[in-house]
């Protein structure tokens, strides 16, 4: 039986067929970047719209308390919760990852005085490495770096912050959230992890392991559009102490009073700053609350399906790539990831067919398996576009060997 055979069977039987549906998804693309900006719902474009000519057209101001924005942010957030393994009290939705982590990093520290270690992992995400080294340019932090296989020893008395992220973006290996987060405490440490690669794709415990903080974005498997508003996470435990170091105006205890003095408000929505972006919490609503319905667990199910056929395809097809995903399902991502000295070339060979994947430097081919609205023919068809770039050399051609800024 031939890949395209089976995935039509396979196809036939998965529950989660319908919801492909419910995403728009442009003629002739296999989108497999859904890890990097998920697609767009179709409920998105109305709920958007409604909220300009209406809300915003209509209502002007007064939509702050009649179309309830004052509370949009605290209730995306308490709609993640659930999909993190939080309460409802211990999320919001708002600023940026980056933004986020700086603000928890800080915070974090100022809960552990005397102690000034971040620990991380090299070849972490850029942007939580860039924002321990910001503190650290501040005399707030002192940056160290372990590589995984030894994090575990690197945890010592020094350490007031492990900060990691739980699916790594360029090889979707995952952290052992559990132990590391038990070993950091053991030690005197708080935990802070990254799931910007999980929100959404895999299922996360974070009161279950008992951590401490936690920041993702929404632009990816929750398919809030780019540039989405991220979330954090404070366990129940901290928010009475939280000292946020980003002490702007709607993280006040009461903003409208406009006193010279800041006091924080009470609980999670302390770490609100600015206004917050009411068209870009509209959009993700709608991706939370789609995600939401289909449900994490079926999702990761139908993930690891999609890429365990994919790579049995992809042998059909007599490929041959070197894998640096992990090769447990139950040790990655939703994602598969492939080293090859032209990887680069691959990729833009691959999107010119229509297979949108990515490219990560210096040499990783990088396909992710967003299971909401990717299907089993799917992943037949794009190891068959990956055999035949790979056996006819089409990568070779100039233009796709040019490298542009963005990919």
Sequence with gaps: MTPEQRAADFDAADPLASFRDRFILPEGVIYLDGNSLGALPKATPDRVQAMVEREWGEGLIRSWNSAGWFEMAGRVGAKIAPLIGAAPHEVIACDSTSVNLFKLIAAALKMRPGRKVVLSEPGNFPTDLYMIAGLEAQGLAERRLAERERLFEAIDGDVALLMLTHAHYKTGALHDMAALTRAAHEAGALV???????????????????????????????????????????????????????????????????SDDYAGAPGIDRLQCGTPPILGLAALEVGVDLIAEIGVGRLYGKSQALSEFFLE????????????????????????????????????ALIARGVIG?????????LGFAPAYLSFTDMAAAARHVAEVLASGEWQHPEFRERAAVT
């Excluded at 929100?199 to 008992?210: E, F, I, S, Y």
């Excluded at 070197?322 to 090859?340: I, K, M, N």
Aim: charged share 15%; aromatic share 12%.
């Design 358 to 366: 990515d490219f990560r430097a210096p040499d990783v081919l990088r």
């Design 192 to 258: 802070l992890w990254d799931l910007s690669h999980s929100t959404g794709a895999l299922p996360v415990d974070l009161n279950g392991v008992g951590a401490d903080f936690a920041v993702g974005c929404g632009y990816k498997y929750l398919c809030g559009g780019p540039g989405a508003p991220a979330f954090a996470f404070v366990a129940e435990r901290h928010l009475a102490d939280l000292q946020q170091p980003l002490t702007g105006w709607f993280g006040h205890a009461a903003p409208f009073a406009f």
């Design 313 to 348: 395809s992809l042998m059909a097809h007599d490929v041959t790539l070197e894998l640096v995903s992990p090769p447990s399902t139950a040790e990655r991502g939703s994602q598969l990831s492939f080293r090859h000295p032209e990887a680069y070339a691959i990729c833009q």
